[in-house]
């Protein structure tokens, strides 16, 4: 399928989520996480939930963050030039909504690329090869280029995968893992489930 009809389809099958299922799932992949080979690292970057989209509620994913001492890192995205900066978040850190309803970090102590090890990436779809299908605007591909090839990226998605994306560009990057609630699977094996 074509990026822009998986898009419609899974925005859809997002929208009919109801809130309990939200928690529900996402919860379930916050567990599937904590069965991964990621945990021994420094800086976690990881999306603020937009709740107005239905995405995972990645708050679970943070308690654990927080609970195993990590940096954790969010962003702020420039729709002028399609660049995310990135900042650590700490008790200090203001979040404020922008216009797209992305919660993003007001200011605070900005963060490098290069010092990220692990990504948690949002996901619409994505197929067996591992690629992905956002929103459409490019942040997390142009982000991600600019991280360290070894950095870790693991796309988070309430369904399974799909069997192929059709017109998958030179630009987009592949994940490491993908989670979702019943399972993760790892690029290479992206048929068989890790756990």
Known sequence: MLKKDLRKKYKALREALSTSQIDEYSIAIANQLLKLPIWE????HIFLTIE???EVNTDYILNILSGKDKHIIVSKSDFD??????????????IKKNKYHIPEPVDGIEVSNN??????????AYDTKGNRVGYGKGFYDKFLAQCKPETIKIGLSFFESEDLISNIFDGDI???????PSKTYT?????????
């Open 41 to 44: 690292h420094s800086f976690y």
């Open 52 to 54: 107005e989209q239905n």
């Open 81 to 94: 030039t399609g660049n995310m900066t990135n900042f650590l978040l700490t008790d200090g850190t203001k």
């Open 115 to 124: 010092k990220i090890e692990v990504v948690f990436v949002p996901l619409l």
């Open 174 to 180: 592949k994940m490491d893992y993908i989670t979702s």
């Open 187 to 195: 690029i290479s094996q992206l048929n068989k489930p890790l756990h």
